[in-house]
Each structure stands twice: as C-alpha cells, then as structure tokens.
C-alpha cells in the first residue's frame, strides 16, 4: 500500500531564505509525481508536476526534484517571501494495476514565512 | 491547465437533510473524476472514483448508500451526501482527468471546492 509522507510538519522561516519541503513515498510505482499549494480554507494551487521518467521541474522560485528510486521528492523554494505562507501537499499518481489509478497525497508541511 | 469547477462553494444544512454538489469540467472531457474529502488540519483522503456511465469505486471505509455519486456525461459528475450528520463536516473536492493527453500519465485538475457544514 502506497504511503506518502512529509518533513517537516511545519516550518517557520524568516523571509528571504531559501528552503526544502521534503516527500517520501514508499512504492515506487507512480506515473507522477505532484506539488501543490493550499491556503486555509481553499482550493488546491497546482505548482508542479514531475513524470516519472523526470528528474526535476522549475518554475520561478520553485524547484521539484524526483528520485523515483529512492522514493523521494524536493520542493525546493528560493529567497521565501510572507506570500509563500501556506500548507504544501505532495501527491503521488499511483499506478494501481488491477484498478483505476489514483492519487495519494502527502499529509502536508505548514510553512509560514515571518516578515 | 484546464479547469474544473464546483457548485456550490458553501453550503450550510440542517441534520438530516440531503445535499448535492456538483463538479464540472469546463474545457475539457473526463471521463474520471475523483471526489475527496478534507477534515480540519488534514490532508485530502480520496471518497470514490467516478466512472462516466457506470458505477463509481468506493474506498474502503466509504459509505456508498450515503455517499451517491453520479456520473452522468463527460463533464459532470455529482455527489448527494444523504441525511447529513454533522460530523459530515468538512471540505469536499473533486478532481478530473483530462482526456486529451491520453493514457495514464494525464494530470487531475481540481476543483475549488465546497465547505459543507451540517448543523
């Protein structure tokens, strides 16, 4: 069974550091993998998305990193800003083989980036 | 990306009373969609899988005679929460599979979401 898990839980930064939001998954058996972004009491804000056959993806400040064989991934966030405060999910697409594929998600990092 | 909607965004009802919410894709076909469920400072824990023009696949632990989830063209899919409790509480989103890319490497687009509150 697939299990995606987060570090940290939370995170407190003072703005204009750089970070990483760290992803573990425990089957390597994933078609993609996903960042998003949610504010409290919103939708999900896709952020990025990694192939499988991927290493990593950029887009602005933000840098996704896929180790599909060690069942990582990295969000990695440059020169933080108050406005990246937010909880960040990472979801995997599960290849389910005998069933329809799904996507399983992370339980989230709180980030709160401290003018 | 392409965009999934849901309707309504909030919706506050009374114990024991039904409520629908729908998800629709609105620039594309998907012939999947996902619902989810968010509880407070959790993450999203996947309800069923909606199939156009079949049944939809429960997760273990899902009720699906509470739960009714229809799918009935290629842009719409909903979901009736029957005689709803209050610990039925919580954010529900759905997700669509956008068919144009083909096969299983295809990104699920979300929609906003609805915040339901059962008094």
């Known amino acids: 069974k697939q299990e995606v898990t987060q570090i940290p839980a939370a995170l407190s930064v003072p703005e204009g550091e750089n970070l990483v939001l760290n992803c573990s998954f425990t089957?390597?058996?994933?078609?993609?993998l996903q960042w998003f972004r949610q504010d409290p009491g919103k939708g999900l804000t896709s952020l990025l998305l990694?192939?499988?056959?991927?290493r990593e993806q950029t887009s602005g400040r933000l840098n996704a990193s896929l180790d599909k064989s060690s069942g990582r991934s990295t969000l990695y966030i440059a020169a933080s800003q108050p406005g990246d405060s937010a909880t960040y999910l990472c979801?995997?697409?599960?290849?389910?083989?005998?069933?329809?594929?799904?996507?399983?998600f992370g339980p989230g990092t709180s980030l709160s980036v401290i003018p | 990306g392409a965009v999934v909607s849901q309707h309504p965004s909030r919706v506050i009802c009374k114990s024991g009373t039904s409520v629908k919410i729908e998800c629709r894709s609105l620039?594309?076909?998907?012939?999947?969609m996902f619902w989810y469920r968010q509880f407070p400072k959790q993450s999203l824990m996947l309800m069923a899988t909606?199939?156009?023009?079949?049944?939809?696949?429960?997760e273990q632990g899902v009720e699906k005679d509470k739960f009714l989830i229809n799918h009935a063209s290629l842009t719409l899919s909903t979901l009736t929460v029957t005689s709803a409790h209050p610990e039925d509480s919580s954010f529900y989103i759905c997700?669509?599979?956008?068919?144009?890319?083909?096969?299983?490497?295809?990104?699920?687009?979300f929609g906003p979401g609805t915040r339901l509150t059962v008094l």
């Open positions: 997700s669509a599979r956008d068919l144009s890319g083909g096969g299983p490497y295809n990104e699920q687009f």
């Open positions: 089957d390597s058996a994933i078609y993609n």
């Open positions: 909606s199939n156009e023009g079949s049944k939809a696949t429960y």
């Open positions: 979801a995997v697409l599960q290849n389910m083989k005998t069933s329809y594929d799904k996507v399983i």
């Open positions: 620039d594309f076909q998907a012939t999947t």
């Open positions: 990694i192939q499988s056959s991927q």
